[in-house]
């Protein structure tokens, strides 16, 4: 997956099977977004879950601040040379995902996918335009819908429903990189906003760390969201393809909410304050969802 040269060594062979004490703690419930909830059934709510809490844990290696990058890849590349083995290991979480293969081989893909993006965001990566953003979306975002639309068995119309999955997957993720711009810089040392961007509007990445956006910043993220709204707007047909009534919903609902978040970054300032949405903001997202197709 990721070259010889990275292999890990036999005698680090252990080294992924115990990172419980790495872990942040966080759940599916502390996302901006559902993730397999009540709308869907009891088996799907469960393989989707398995598949949520592998990505959690390998986002948090990614994430760790006290981790070196070196470190970080080390435990990445054990949790990939398991997966694409198949191989039993002593970490609960990589074995139950590793025992869904069976039921959705499609998932060791989606999950080696998963791992590649975790291994740039170990490597504190830079992006230097659009289309390198989108790339490293199609690993760290996408393969989350398609395993979804998988697990769901959908068959009719599956390659206009997968070109709309992508679409709201990676808006969800950019809009997830303007939320928390400013604690990626200054905890992580990470930047998702390209390259381009920062030199089309004069601005140095040190902006990421002042307590207000400045005009030009401000120019810089609703151009960011304007594109997002664009991929957005694309989607909508390709969702109702889904025969799925619930994960039609559950998707339509999570588009409102993306809708939602984008309209809130465009007039607020996510170097004042992280953006989220208000109870009621989700009450109304859900019920759109629900009423509407």
């Not at 977004?33 to 948090?60: E, G, H, N, Q």
């Not at 990614?62 to 198949?86: C, E, T």
């Not at 206009?160 to 604690?183: F, P």
Request: overall charge positive; glycine content about 2%.
């Amino acid at each position: 997956m990721f070259g010889k040269e990275e292999n890990i060594s036999t005698k680090r062979k252990d080294i992924g099977n115990d990172v419980s004490h790495l872990m942040s703690g966080k759940s599916y419930s502390d996302e901006n977004f559902p993730v397999a909830s009540f709308l869907m059934t009891k088996k799907i709510r469960s393989i989707v879950r398995v598949f949520y809490f592998f990505a959690r844990m390998a986002d948090d290696i990614a994430d760790h601040q006290k981790l070196s990058s070196n470190q970080k890849k080390n435990i990445l590349l054990f949790f990939d040379n398991a997966i694409s083995k198949s191989k039993k290991t002593n970490n609960k979480v990589l074995d139950k995902m590793i025992a869904k293969f069976k039921e959705l081989p499609s998932g060791k893909e989606y999950s080696r996918n998963l791992l590649k993006a975790f291994m740039m965001d170990a490597s504190n990566k830079r992006y230097n335009n659009w289309r390198d953003l989108l790339y490293y979306c199609k690993f760290s975002a996408n393969p989350v819908g398609r395993f979804v639309i998988d697990a769901v068995n959908e068959r009719k119309n599956v390659e206009k429903i997968y070109e709309a999955s992508d679409s709201l997957c990676t808006a969800l993720q950019i809009i997830n990189h303007i939320q928390d711009c400013k604690k990626d810089f200054k905890e992580l040392n990470r930047v998702y906003i390209p390259e381009s961007f920062f030199k089309k509007y004069s601005l140095d990445k040190k902006t990421l760390r002042k307590s207000k956006s400045e005009e030009n910043f401000e120019r810089l993220k609703i151009e960011i969201i304007d594109n997002v709204l664009t991929s957005l707007r694309k989607t909508k047909l390709g969702l109702r393809e889904i025969q799925s009534w619930r994960l039609r919903k559950e998707t339509l609902i999570i588009l409102n909410i993306a809708k939602r978040l984008c309209n809130l970054l465009k007039i607020k300032d996510p170097l004042e304050k992280q953006i989220k949405l208000s109870r009621i903001d989700f009450i109304f997202c859900f019920f759109k969802g629900i009423m509407y197709d």
